[in-house]
């Protein structure tokens, strides 16, 4: 297609189309790169092949998805704060003020489906879990609803989020342990300035960090150059990193877990990230790693 054609399909065919035609045109690709593999196919793999021969791409290419409605979720009004919400856990999980009960339904349900024991986005499982007293630092916090399910066992949680609509919503959250959680309105990342922080200048060599949450729209390898020395000096620390974003965060990230003392492993199953435009085979990647100091 030349560059005149293309302009024309754009004009003419509507964009959730063409999405629609983008996303078949990469099942067939994967499908069609794992026909012929340079190795043989793990059962992790014929799962996810096995999946696409039967439906849609989709970010988690497995059915227990399927379980998952958003038009089950009741969305709850609190009038003296102007703000919805949803019970998670037994506790109220706030929202942005400007969006519709339709949009957090749709949210509040991407949000269970990705923390289903299930699912390659999972950050804990039985072995890998936040333990009383803990001191976490949940850097990509957005709704809180990770946080919000530590609140009770950890003794002081930090949570970094960029979104100024969010803070307005984790501070109604996260009201009634306000005494022991710190909102702070910063990019956590490689530099320090007003509005960016590095995690080794926002925590002094005395402060104490034992959980690492990290999530940052492929912003991770950034921030992982700005906490150097929390990585080498900490002990123990336990980390969980989203790998998903970008190709080789993965093996990147690994390594340098590894190399600062870290026992490593990745989340079961995983994820098809279609909307890193550079996606590239072999096409799946992990979700996140789990990386303890002990």
């Not at 196919?41 to 290419?61: C, R, S």
């Not at 950034?222 to 990585?231: A, D, F, N, S, T």
């Not at 799946?284 to 990386?291: E, T, V």
Request: glycine share 4%; with cysteine; net charge positive.
């Amino acid at each position: 297609m030349n560059k005149l054609t293309f302009q024309i399909y754009r004009i003419i065919v509507p964009k959730f189309i063409r999405s629609r035609i983008l996303a078949r045109e990469l099942r067939n690709s994967i499908l069609d790169y794992y026909t012929r593999p340079s190795e043989p196919l793990t059962e992790e793999i014929e799962a996810v092949l096995n999946y696409l021969k039967v439906n849609p791409i989709a970010i988690f290419p497995y059915s227990f998805q399927d379980k998952y409605i958003a038009e089950n979720i009741e969305v709850l009004n609190d009038r003296d704060k102007g703000l919805k919400y949803v019970m998670y856990q037994g506790k109220r999980l706030y929202f942005k003020k400007r969006w519709s009960k339709k949009r957090i339904r749709h949210s509040f349900n991407e949000l269970t489906r990705e923390q289903d024991p299930q699912s390659p986005h999972c950050y804990l499982n039985g072995k890998f879990n936040i333990e009383e007293g803990e001191i976490l630092a949940d850097i990509g916090v957005a709704e809180g609803n990770f946080a919000l399910g530590a609140v009770e066992k950890a003794s002081k949680l930090i949570l970094f989020e960029t979104d100024k609509e969010w803070i307005e919503a984790l501070n109604a959250t996260f009201a009634p342990w306000k005494d022991k959680v710190l909102i702070v309105n910063k990019f956590v990342s490689n530099i320090t300035n007003v509005s960016n922080t590095t995690l080794d200048d926002f925590l002094t060599p005395t402060e104490k960090i034992s959980f690492l949450k990290i999530d940052v729209d492929g912003a991770e390898s950034r921030l992982l150059e700005g906490c150097k020395r929390i990585l080498a000096g900490t002990d123990p620390l336990k980390l969980a990193i989203c790998t998903y974003h970008k190709q080789d965060d993965e093996q990147q990230f690994t390594t340098l877990l590894s190399q600062n003392g870290f026992e490593t492993s990745h989340s079961d199953g995983f994820m098809l990230f279609y909307y890193d435009k550079q996606m590239r085979a072999p096409y799946l990647r992990r979700g996140l790693i789990r990386a303890v100091k002990r």
